[in-house]
Structures are given as structure tokens and as C-alpha cells.
């Protein structure tokens, strides 16, 4: 059965770039769980997508990033769920410290990658839905 849809949030995903390759975190817990995606979260009230990427980034990895750049805005439904996102994905700059595993209730482990080298399963309809919106990035 498919839940009604009653309020659309605004999440953050943040390509976090080092030395050519950005960060990928496997997954845990009940929304893609054992798939891949990058770090990010939830814009808060107030928030602006840069300060929503770096908190989300320190909170979940433990690094710090500068030089946001918008990359794609999609929106993602999940029906079996009944969520509904607008996804804003930035890219940004490694500055500092290496990545960790701060919740282990949200990722299994991170590695860098680049698109070439995505691994599988990806957190999908969001990477869907960013191959629709820029197919240049695969």
C-alpha cells in the first residue's frame, strides 16, 4: 500500500572532492539500506544550503569542506515510504580530517570514488533522477 505524501522536505547531498575522487558512504538503516550514496541530510529551518552541506558532512564524516558549488536540484519520491524530497546536490572541497564513521546508525563505511567507479547498488531514485538532470557527470 502507498502512503500519502503530506509534506515535501528539503534534503542536502554533498560531493565531497579529493585529489579527483568524492566521497561515497554505504548505507545503513532503513531507507537504502546496504546502498551507496554521499553524505548529507536534512536542511534545517534557517539553514542555507551551505551551511546545511558542511554540518551535515561534519556530522555525519567528521571532515570539513569549503567552496560549495551547486551541482543539480531533483525530486524524489518514495512511495513505499511515503517521503518525498526535493534534493539539492552541491559539490565542495575536502579541507580537513580524514572521513569516519560518526553515526554508525546511518553508513557501514566510506570510500572515494568518481563516476567512473560508482559501486552498486546506488541510493536510488535520487541517482536516478541526477543521471536525468546530468547525464554530463556520467
Given at each position: 500500500?502507498v502512503?500519502?505524501m503530506?509534506?515535501?522536505g528539503?534534503?542536502i547531498?554533498?560531493f565531497?572532492?579529493?585529489?579527483?575522487?568524492?566521497?561515497?558512504?554505504?548505507?545503513y538503516g532503513?531507507?537504502?539500506?546496504?546502498?551507496?550514496?554521499?553524505?548529507g541530510?536534512?536542511l534545517?529551518?534557517?539553514?542555507t544550503w551551505e551551511?546545511a552541506?558542511?554540518?551535515?558532512v561534519?556530522e555525519?564524516?567528521g571532515?570539513?569542506?569549503?567552496?560549495?558549488r551547486?551541482?543539480?536540484?531533483?525530486?524524489?519520491?518514495?512511495?513505499?515510504?511515503?517521503?518525498h524530497?526535493i534534493?539539492?546536490?552541491?559539490?565542495?572541497?575536502?579541507?580537513?580530517n580524514?572521513p569516519?564513521?560518526?553515526?554508525?546508525d546511518?553508513?557501514?563505511k566510506?570510500?572515494?570514488?568518481?563516476?567512473q567507479?560508482?559501486?552498486?547498488?546506488l541510493f536510488?531514485?535520487?541517482?536516478q533522477?541526477l543521471r536525468?538532470?546530468?547525464?554530463?557527470?556520467?
Amino acid at each position: 500500500m502507498v502512503n500519502k505524501m503530506e509534506v515535501v522536505g528539503v534534503g542536502i547531498a554533498v560531493f565531497v572532492w579529493k585529489n579527483g575522487k568524492f566521497l561515497l558512504g554505504q548505507r545503513y538503516g532503513s531507507l537504502g539500506h546496504g546502498t551507496w550514496s554521499i553524505p548529507g541530510g536534512h536542511l534545517e529551518p534557517g539553514e542555507t544550503w551551505e551551511e546545511a552541506a558542511k554540518r551535515e558532512v561534519m556530522e555525519e564524516t567528521g571532515m570539513k569542506i569549503d567552496n560549495i558549488r551547486f551541482v543539480a536540484a531533483t525530486n524524489d519520491l518514495f512511495p513505499e515510504t511515503g517521503k518525498h524530497y526535493i534534493s539539492i546536490w552541491v559539490e565542495a572541497d575536502w579541507t580537513e580530517n580524514e572521513p569516519s564513521i560518526i553515526e554508525p546508525d546511518k553508513f557501514i563505511k566510506f570510500e572515494w570514488k568518481d563516476f567512473q567507479s560508482l559501486p552498486a547498488p546506488l541510493f536510488e531514485p535520487c541517482w536516478q533522477n541526477l543521471r536525468k538532470m546530468r547525464p554530463d557527470l556520467f
